[in-house]
């Protein structure tokens, strides 16, 4: 199987979920939105939404990274992500585009090159249209503002978003001809960058190992009974399993970004769908919370398992900036 469905089911369940991210209240998440089967255009007032509880205070160029959209910081009742279009992904995943592009054009990832590259779109007014930007982008550009090199900008932070280019990092990987031997490092390279923490580096490396096994044939849950890492929760997979998903991700499980917990959140809908990709996204979304981010993981897996159906990625946006080859090449697809 060819990474690059891990990469395109990443993109996939992020837009599936960008609408109904970070609902808490899953009654007021089917109020507004009903039984979808598509993506959808987010609506303002989002009952959940804690961004005006969130702050950031600009002092320069070098830190200027919400640009027209801090005006909008501070309202009550506005949506995260309230700009964006029908199909189109959260800023983390504009940005896991970035880098594929950045691997494919320089035929190598080079860590300093995509810190630059990630520092030129961040400050570019217009680059994106995301009214959230996470917390770890704000504390990274906190530091660079204060004259830090980009190398030493990121922070200790073990939310799940730091999880959001792996996927991408993988495909590109794989399309320049890298060994799977030395793909690990790379990311582990990747991840270090913005999420010093050992809770998202452990993921992200319990994720490379997902994936390039899969990317080598075979069942989901077998590898993953094979593999034995330890932070993923195989007996607890196999009892939730028939339980509802809102019990499960809402009452055993947080629906919150925290790792390792939102790993184990994710897994739960891997394993559960893992022969049906449509339905392993939008179970992920339907359940709230950082579905999104969540999503990152559920898409990926299960995208390299089952395969991407060409529904989504027909309405997909970030088709249209991608490499046309994109989707060639793609095998299992239902």
Known sequence: MNLKSAFLGSLVADAASMPVHWYYDVHALDRDYGDFDHYLHPKNPHPDSILWRSSYQCTGAKDDILHDQAVHWGKKGLHYHQ???????????????????????????????????????????????????????????????????????????????????????????????????????????????????????????????????????????????????????????????????????????????????????????SWKYADDFSLAILSNAKVGGDNCHRGVVVGSIVGMHAGVPPKWLRDLRAMEFLPRDIASGLSHID
């Open 83 to 269: 700009f964006l279009k029908a199909g189109e992904n959260t800023l983390n995943l504009k940005l896991a585009c970035e880098l594929y592009r950045l691997i494919l054009t320089e035929g190598e990832f080079n860590p300093a090159s995509w810190l630059e590259r990630y520092a030129q779109v961040m400050l570019t007014p217009g680059w994106h249209n995301d009214t959230y930007v996470e917390e770890y982008h704000r504390a990274f550009f906190i530091n660079f503002g204060k004259g830090l090199d980009l190398a030493r900008c990121g922070i200790s932070d073990f939310h799940i978003g730091g999880l959001s280019l792996v996927p991408a990092m993988l495909a590109a990987l794989e399309h320049i001809g890298m060994d799977k031997d030395s793909m690990p490092r790379e990311v582990e390279t990747l991840v270090r960058g913005t999420h010093d923490h050992s809770s998202t580096l452990e993921s992200a490396r319990s994720l490379t190992q997902i994936l390039l096994r899969l990317a080598d044939g075979g069942n989901f849950q077998t590898l993953l009974s094979q593999l034995g890492l330890s932070n993923v929760p195989l007996s607890s997979l196999k009892r939730w399993e028939p339980m509802p998903d809102r019990q499960v991700v809402g009452n055993i499980l947080s629906t919150a970004c925290y790792l390792p917990e939102a790993f184990s959140a994710a897994l739960h809908f």
